[in-house]
């Protein structure tokens, strides 16, 4: 099936789904074991040409990236008998179908509706709507975990100290609080975590600003 | 300089200086014009000195912000409300600034845990230290 390449400024993902799409809407093959439903992705067929031919590239990384990880599918006895190659085509695309369902946060109807008319039976589509209705708040928590966000406070130590000396100056006699935010990074995970000293009055007006922040997220979740 | 900067780092009393410059053998006159400029700059090189002490970056502000995240590349339809923040450190007269988020939950955990940290100055156990020390201060000169 021939696709309308988006113009050359699209997102590679965008352009996957536009590709992919109408193989949502193919019809399935006959499949020889009933636990296995097959969809064809097109992606490595479609001739791409001049500037498109770098998306070609990308896509196919992206189709073949969906395939998290071969050996899981490859090695369960159950499916064995199957085509390796097309066994990964039906994972990626399935793969595919999920995570835009839950992207969209798309409906069991709106679901049903989109696999009747890739003509499957209605035992299996019910069987997959079932499946996908258990994992459905996981996939939407994992699915909005991803993206870049500042640094992320995820927990604060303080330490209250009275200096007496240090070898500068005798006799400093001043009460201070050591803060440490521990931090994490979206990307890498861990991060060096924020310390300072503050005084007694600084710690109070950080409190202060912070319990002002606490006062107007109330504020707006009444509104 | 090495005279005045020993003795107001170490904060001793009129009589202690008094008593260490007569080793000196100089003249009464010299004796208490010393004497008077130690009185006069202590402070100063005490706050001098105090600069040149180990520490931590120093708080200085902090500005906030409230986000709500309505929809992301990966998941549309959320809401996610977060606090953005910008935390403005001094590090040996440099200024740097921190952006940070939190969300709603942990921001009212950091509340509750600084709010105690606050309330440990005024507890008896700190309050029978720092009165110590000070006891100590006032009978050491």
Known sequence: ??????????????????????????????????????????????????????????????????????????????????????????????????????????????????????????????????????????????LGSIGRSPLHITDVSWRLEYQIKNNQLHKTYQPSYLVTLNVENSDSGSHPDVCFSCTMEQLQDLVGKLKDAAKSLERATQM | VYLLTESSKLMISDIDFQDSIHVLGFSDELNKSLLQLYLDNRKEIRSILGELAPRLPSYHSLEWRLDVQLASRSLRQQIKPAVTMKLHLNQNEDQTAQVLQTDPATLLHLIQQLEQALGEMKMNHCRRIVRNIEITLVLSY
């Open chain 1, 1 to 142: 099936r021939l696709v309308r390449l988006a113009p050359a400024s699209a997102s590679a993902p965008h352009l996957l789904l536009r590709l992919l799409t109408p193989c949502l809407l193919v019809l399935s093959f006959r499949s020889e074991t009933p636990n296995v439903f097959h969809f064809d992705v097109f992606v490595g067929k479609i001739a791409f040409k001049g500037r498109a031919a770098a998306f070609g590239t990308v896509c196919w990384g992206l189709a073949s990236k969906f395939v998290i990880s071969n050996s899981f599918i490859l090695d369960d006895p159950d499916l064995k008998d199957i085509d390796p190659t097309i066994l990964k085509h039906c994972h990626a695309a399935a793969a595919t179908c999920i995570l835009e369902a839950g992207k969209q946060k798309a409906d069991i109807s709106a679901i049903s509706t989109c696999l009747e008319d890739c003509k499957l039976d209605k035992e299996r589509i019910e069987q997959f709507c079932t499946e996908y209705q258990k994992n459905k708040d996981a996939l939407e928590i994992l």
